[in-house]
T-cell receptor, first 116, second 112 residues
C-alpha cells in the first residue's frame, strides 16, 4: 500500500517555542492532506484539510495562526505549532489521499508532542 | 452533521473466537466507509474500504459489510489472535472531496 512518512515521531520542547511536523507521501501524489489531533483514548479530531497550492481549510475552533499548515507540493505538507504551550501537548497525525475518487486514506505514524 | 458511533467501546475475547465490531452513522448519504486499525501510540492502518455502491469487502480474516439505508457497518474478525489486539476505527466520507468523520473506536483485546 501507499506510504505516508511523518516526522518527527516524538518532540519535547519548551513552552513558547515553535515545532514543525512534516508529512510526506512517498510513492504517490497527495492532492489532499488532512491533519488530526488525538487525545489519549479518544478518536481523531480533524484540525484542517489542505489541498496542494491553496490555503488550508480549518475546522471550527482550530486557530489558524496557531497551527500553520503549508502544502507546497504534492508530496509534502507541514504543520507548525507556533508558540507551543502545555495544552498543545497531544498526538498529531496526518493523512493523505491521492485524489477525489474512492481512494483510501493513508496515515502517517503520528507525532507525540510534549510541551514542558 | 454526520455522527459516527462505535459500539462497544471495548471488547475482550479469548483467542480463536469470531467477533463483530459495529459502526453506525446518522447520515446515509455517504461516499465510502473505511475501517482502520490503530496500535497504541501509532498512526492508523487501513484495513478495508467499502464504496457506497458495495455491500461488503473481504481481506483475509476480515470482512466488512455496509448497509447504507440503516446507517450501519460491521467488521467481522474470524478466528481472532492476540496480534489483533488494537483499537479499530471506522470513518465515513460524505463526498468525493470531503473529509471523513471518525468514530471513537472499539478497543479489542484478544487473550491468549
Amino acid at each position: 500500500g501507499a506510504v505516508v512518512s511523518q516526522h518527527p515521531s516524538r518532540v519535547i520542547c519548551k513552552s513558547g517555542t515553535s515545532v514543525k511536523i512534516e508529512c510526506r507521501s512517498l510513492d504517490f501524489q497527495a492532492t489532499t492532506m488532512f491533519w488530526y489531533r488525538q487525545f489519549p483514548k479518544q478518536s481523531l479530531m480533524l484540525m484542517a484539510t489542505s489541498n496542494e497550492g491553496s490555503k488550508a481549510t480549518y475546522e471550527q475552533g482550530v486557530e489558524k495562526d496557531k497551527f500553520l499548515i503549508n502544502h507546497a507540493s504534492l508530496t509534502l505538507s507541514t504543520l507548525t505549532v507556533t508558540s507551543a504551550h502545555p495544552e498543545d501537548s497531544s498526538f498529531y497525525i496526518c493523512s493523505a489521499r491521492a485524489g477525489t475518487g474512492n481512494e483510501k486514506l493513508f496515515f502517517g505514524s503520528g507525532t507525540q508532542l510534549s510541551v514542558l | 452533521k454526520q455522527e459516527v458511533t462505535q459500539i462497544p467501546a471495548a471488547l475482550s475475547v479469548p483467542e480463536g473466537e469470531n467477533l463483530v465490531l459495529n459502526c453506525s452513522f446518522t447520515d446515509s448519504a455517504i461516499y465510502n466507509l473505511q475501517w482502520f486499525r490503530q496500535d497504541p501510540g501509532k498512526g492508523l492502518t487501513s484495513l478495508l474500504l467499502i464504496q457506497s455502491s458495495q455491500r461488503e469487502q473481504t481481506s483475509g480474516r476480515l470482512n466488512a459489510s455496509l448497509d447504507k439505508s440503516s446507517g450501519r457497518s460491521t467488521l467481522y474478525i474470524a478466528a481472532s489472535q492476540p496480534g489483533d489486539s488494537a483499537t479499530y476505527l471506522c470513518a465515513v466520507r460524505e463526498t468525493n472531496a470531503g473529509k471523513s468523520t471518525f468514530g471513537d473506536g472499539t478497543t479489542l483485546t484478544v487473550k491468549p
